[in-house]
T-cell receptor
Framework: GAVVSQHPSRVICKSGTSVKIECRSL??????MFWYRQFPKQSLMLMAT?????????EQGVEKDKFLINHASLTLSTLTVTSAHPEDSSFYIC???????????FGPGTRLLVL | GDSVTQMEGPVTLSEEAFLTINCTYT??????LFWYVQYPGEGLQLLLK?????DKGSNKGFEATYRKETTSFHLEKGSVQVSDSAVYFC????????????FGTGTSLTVIP
């Protein structure tokens, strides 16, 4: 089956620093990747849709200057949380769409803790 | 707009009990429907899906039938195991909205021996 990896799986950083999270599709090419945020005991909230070679589309209320998304290749998308603050602490999950099959394959998630 | 409404939990069952988690949806077009499972500390895993009305998705003993007339996609399993303890998310993907996914709020299931 389709495999999506995320790195790192867990990161702790100081307030004001930036953190980069990588999302890779390991065995397929993903023209579209998605970034979600999940708060404890809540559902996933779509943050942005990332298309290879073009600018990401952000959902309403998501600060594009704070959450920088780069989809440099068909197998890699990165999310950079800039000037992180404690309220950015969350579980970030990416997913990748294989072709137009409408099935999204999810990464294992990255838990970010900002002190 | 599109949305998914899912039965609230938490749900606690004894091993070998019958499981039903209700899910209903609203959609602009003709969506595909999914159930994802999330084990503690992990990401989401696709459990099953159905892409058109009357389709039945099944996997690992779980089943869900795409009911257009009732706009539902209820998840069922005849005999749950302790290893089924997880959070289950119902979701839809609608081409009319660019294949964006809409998730339900999740239902936590705990199966006790």
């Amino acid at each position: 089956g389709a495999v999506v990896s995320q790195h790192p799986s867990r990161v702790i950083c100081k307030s004001g620093t930036s953190v980069k999270i990588e999302c890779r599709s390991l065995d397929f090419q993903a023209t579209t990747m998605f970034w979600y945020r999940q708060f404890p005991k809540q559902s996933l909230m779509l943050m942005a849709t990332s298309n290879e070679g073009s600018k990401a589309t952000y959902e309403q209320g998501v600060e594009k200057d704070k959450f920088l998304i780069n989809h440099a290749s068909l197998t890699l998308s990165t999310l950079t949380v800039t000037s992180a603050h404690p309220e950015d602490s969350s579980f970030y999950i990416c997913s990748a769409e294989r072709g137009r099959q409408e099935t999204q394959y999810f990464g294992p998630g990255t838990r970010l803790l900002v002190l | 707009g599109d949305s998914v409404t899912q039965m609230e939990g938490p749900v606690t069952l004894s091993e070998e009990a019958f499981l039903t988690i209700n899910c209903t949806y609203t959609a602009t077009g003709y969506p595909s429907l999914f159930w994802y499972v999330q084990y503690p500390g992990e990401g989401l895993q696709l459990l099953l899906k159905a892409t058109k009305a009357d389709d039945k998705g099944s996997n690992k003993g779980f089943e869900a039938t795409y009911r257009k007339e009732t706009t539902s996609f209820h998840l069922e399993k005849g005999s749950v195991q302790v290893s089924d303890s997880a959070v289950y998310f119902c979701a839809l993907s609608d081409r009319a909205t660019g294949n964006q996914f809409y998730f339900g709020t999740g239902t936590s299931l705990t199966v006790i021996p």
